[in-house]
């Protein structure tokens, strides 16, 4: 009877496997000895070669069925797969990048026979994988909205900035010209900058918090998160729509104040100052809310 160690050189030598040698290495694997490490990583061997087609179909059957005792009737873990076991198997289906028919047909077995089957045997198809990498790859495409961001911040910094030097420009040749100056006018425009400012800086926000959510932390490693200021402290879309939502309230209470300033004051009516008292009213307590809110979300941290 042909021994394990003739059969293997003879096998490997021609790079093949017929029916009559599955046959011998079935009564091989089966001996008094029975399956150890060796003969399992030589299986996984010859399965390389039927990916070229030199091997005999009789070897899968023998394959699921030596592969499956080999990890279930061991003294160490019987009737379950243990956690060097799984490591074992998921290094040899990973090594060739792919999972073929003998790699689905023992997964399948092992998940009918076994008490127990590791999350890390829970091992995906190349197209899911492929698939799976190119959908979490899509994330980058936010890039856009970062970039996009960025620029429209800059365009709001460089208009905010235009609105105050006209303004001072004026108030300094109004002033040095001995005419009145009206500091109603250059108070609005002040007003007005500050509210293109705030609005540059929601931009800003959006755009650092969709960069760390979906690409990449932007902190070094050694930095710690207590040095970041509070409004940049996002891990979750909860935390930059909080931070936008704070913003853009003050941008609403400045566009409110800068249309109030606006109204002429023979356009005062008690109608009017009414509806000036409730929108007040409204802004004061959308602040206590803000406020409230953030008090609570430090005190759970």
Known sequence: MTDYKTLRTQILNDGKLTAEEVNQLKKIIYNEEGMNLEKANFLFHLKELASRGEVAHEFLPLFVEAITNFLLEDEDSPGEIDESEAKWLRAKIQYSGHMDEYDSALLKNLKKRSINFPKVLQYKSLHTRTFE??????????????????????????????????????????????????????FEHLVSSVDVFLFALVLIIFGVGVYELFIAKIDPIEREHDTRPSWLQISSVDDLKSSLGK???????????????????????????????????????????????????????
């Open 247 to 301: 913003v853009i309230l003050m941008v609403l209470i400045v566009s409110f104040f800068k249309h109030t300033l606006e109204i002429s004051k023979n356009a005062w009516t008690p109608t009017a100052l009414l509806y000036l008292s409730i929108g007040i009213l409204l802004i004061s307590g959308a602040l206590y809310l803000t406020h409230k809110s953030h008090s609570e979300s430090h005190s759970h941290k």
């Open 133 to 186: 990498n190119i959908l979490y790859s899509s994330r980058y495409l936010s890039i856009l909205a970062v970039i996009g961001a960025l620029v429209s911040a800059i365009a709001l910094f460089i208009e905010g900035s235009i609105i105050v030097f006209h303004a001072i420009g004026d108030f300094s040749v109004n002033a040095a010209n001995g005419v009145e100056v009206d500091y109603e006018e250059l």
